[in-house]
Structures are given as structure tokens and as C-alpha cells.
């Protein structure tokens, strides 16, 4: 049995420590984030683990942020940055600087018997400077009013969903079906192959302009797999989420 949570309180942090962890590590948690699509490769990951070692109630790994390469390109990144990023002229240019100076946020996760403890807010606020570099962003679909993020330093702007987005999620409604499935992709896919031939024929279209945004799925067959891909992209992400490291200016 764990403890409770009263005591838990009493424990953090001065019992409790943060360091890097290892890709197995993250796998013990990673069960329990709302997102099932994978993520990219981790440049960083972070473990908060108890310093008291005779608790065997206390799991070894309560919680873990993972760190990763950045996007190549949002629009969001270039107005909260000034244009910065867009100074270089060319595609391979830019991309390297935004390799040399940007990270990105991909996971955080805490066990969810140890929530409503402040362990979040803590492991963000802790690891974002361990990282070391002048920025750190991450895209979420939690609301912009969720106070998590910006209590641990992040800064906010919304994020309006590309017309791509809008065409395909609208296509799917035209159809009958809606995005609502994206917790039930098996359920998804069967109505989607009940569709007659000429709905089916309109929707592909869509789908295959929508998938050309993706590097290497374009051509994906009309299986399950490709209606998780489909579902695990909607809704857009409708937060744009920046931290900039105080001891590092990303213009030098």
C-alpha cells in the first residue's frame, strides 16, 4: 500500500531528488500519458526518484520529463522570437540554427498516484535550465489557460489549426463520422470502411493531402495502423509553449 498522500506533502522535496534518467525508465511511466502516439528521439530525460531508500512503498521512478529535437518550423515560434529563426536564407541554414539553439519538451509525466502535489510544476521548473539551452518549446492541446506551464516559466500563444487541418476534420463530419473517435480508433476504422464507395473516394483525397504533410506517410495503405496516425494528429495542438533560458540569449 502507498502512503498517503498528507505524508507525501511532508516528503517533497526535501525527500524526494531529480536526475537523469534512461529511456527504460521513462517506459515505466510512459503508460500513463493521455498521448499513445510515439514520441521522437529524447536528447534528455529527467526522473524524479525518493532519496529515502527503506520506503519500499515509494515506486523508484514518480515521474519523468523528456526532452527532444525541435520541429523544423512553427509559426508560433517565429512571433514569440521576433522572426529570428527566418534570418538565415536558406532551408538548411535555418534549420541548423534552430538545432543549435532550441529544444523541445515532449513528455511529462508523473505517476498518477502522486498528482495534485505540485511534482510537475517542480520537475519543469527544475530541468528546463539542466537542459542547456537558450530555449526550450513544446506544443500541447491542454487549454492556454492551464497555469501548469506558465507558473514554471513558460510563456503562452495560441496556435490556430492549418487549413489542412480544418479540410480534413471537416471532410470526416461531411461524411457522418467525427473526430470524437480518437479515443476509439478500432471503431473509427470499421465506420470509415462502411462508407460507400463514392464518400470513401471524397474523404481519401482529403486524407492523402493531409498525410502528404507528414515526411514517409503519404503513401501509408488504408489500414488501422493509418486511422491511429489520422486520429493521433486531431486535434491540433492549441497551445504554443516557449521558455527562454535567462543565462542564455538565443540571439548571441
Same mark, same amino acid.
Given at each position: @500500500? ?7 506533502? @511532508? ?47 515509494? *515506486? ?11 520541429? *523544423? ?43 495534485? #502535489? ?15 539551452? *537558450? ?49 476509439? *480508433? ?16 471524397? #474523404? ?6 493531409? #498525410? ?7 503513401? @501509408? ?26 543565462? @542564455?540569449?538565443?540571439?548571441?
Amino acid at each position: @500500500m502507498f502512503i498517503r498522500a498528507g505524508l507525501l506533502r @511532508m516528503l517533497i522535496p526535501k525527500n524526494l531528488f531529480i536526475s537523469k534518467g534512461t529511456f527504460t525508465e521513462y517506459k515505466k511511466l510512459e503508460r500513463y500519458h493521455y498521448s499513445k502516439q510515439e514520441p521522437g528521439p529524447f536528447t534528455h530525460i529527467f526522473c524524479i526518484r525518493p532519496r529515502i531508500k527503506n520506503y519500499k512503498t515509494l *515506486p523508484p521512478i514518480i515521474g519523468v520529463h523528456t526532452i527532444g529535437m525541435p520541429l *523544423p518550423d512553427l509559426r508560433p515560434r517565429t512571433k514569440a522570437t521576433n522572426e529570428f529563426f527566418k534570418k538565415p536564407k536558406s532551408k538548411s541554414e535555418r534549420l541548423k540554427l534552430v538545432n543549435k539553439k532550441i529544444r523541445y519538451a515532449s513528455r511529462i509525466i508523473i505517476n498518477p498516484l502522486f498528482h495534485n #502535489l505540485g511534482l510537475a510544476k517542480w520537475l519543469i521548473s527544475e530541468t528546463l535550465p539542466m537542459v542547456g539551452f *537558450p530555449i526550450i518549446e513544446t506544443l500541447t492541446h491542454i487549454d492556454y489557460t492551464n497555469v501548469l506551464c506558465v507558473k514554471a516559466g513558460y510563456k503562452v500563444f495560441n496556435t490556430p489549426s492549418p487549413a489542412y487541418y480544418t479540410k480534413l476534420c471537416n471532410a470526416i463530419r461531411k461524411t457522418g463520422l467525427t473526430v470524437d473517435f480518437r479515443l476509439l *480508433p478500432e471503431t473509427f476504422h470499421k465506420r470509415l470502411e462502411m462508407l460507400s464507395p463514392e464518400t470513401r473516394l471524397e #474523404l481519401e483525397q482529403e486524407i492523402h493531402q493531409f #498525410l502528404s504533410r507528414f515526411h514517409g506517410r503519404y503513401d @501509408m495503405p488504408p489500414n488501422l495502423e493509418r486511422s491511429r496516425f489520422i486520429l493521433s494528429k486531431i486535434p491540433y495542438p492549441c497551445c504554443y509553449l516557449i521558455w527562454f533560458n535567462p543565462e @542564455m540569449d538565443f540571439r548571441r
